[in-house]
């Protein structure tokens, strides 16, 4: 079955880096498109960047375009979350999703603080 296991996270200074991971299996990865979003504490979850199967095609939403930089490795099946000049208010739980097979990871908290 489609399984996602993200790892990375953890306490980061404000302005500091963190880059999170995402392990995926039981589909073939390459072919679709993948995202990763998180959910900050009495928050929605929010779409923080996405890309495309061949990882030529990416987009993020304004609050992190420029900080933010995602990429995969499809002979890995990785997916990856680069976070650069890391904020107070990007402190969340960070999720891998997979829209086609509606699948989600368990999540790896990021806390930025000093």
């Known amino acids: 079955q489609v399984q996602l296991m993200e790892s990375g996270g953890g306490l980061v200074q404000p302005g500091g880096s963190l880059r999170l991971s995402c392990g995926a299996s039981g589909f073939p990865f390459n072919l679709y498109p993948m995202s990763w979003y998180r959910q900050a504490p009495g928050k929605p979850r929010e779409l923080v960047a996405s890309?495309?199967?061949?990882?030529?095609?990416?987009d993020y939403p304004d609050f992190v375009k420029g900080r933010f930089t995602i990429s995969r490795d499809n002979s890995k099946n990785l997916l990856y979350l680069q976070m650069d000049s890391l904020k107070p208010e990007d402190t969340a739980v960070y999720y891998c999703?997979?829209?086609?097979?509606?699948?989600w990871g368990k999540g790896t908290l990021v806390t930025v603080s000093s």
């Open positions: 890309i495309s199967g061949t990882g030529r095609s990416t």
């Open positions: 999703h997979s829209v086609t097979f509606t699948a």
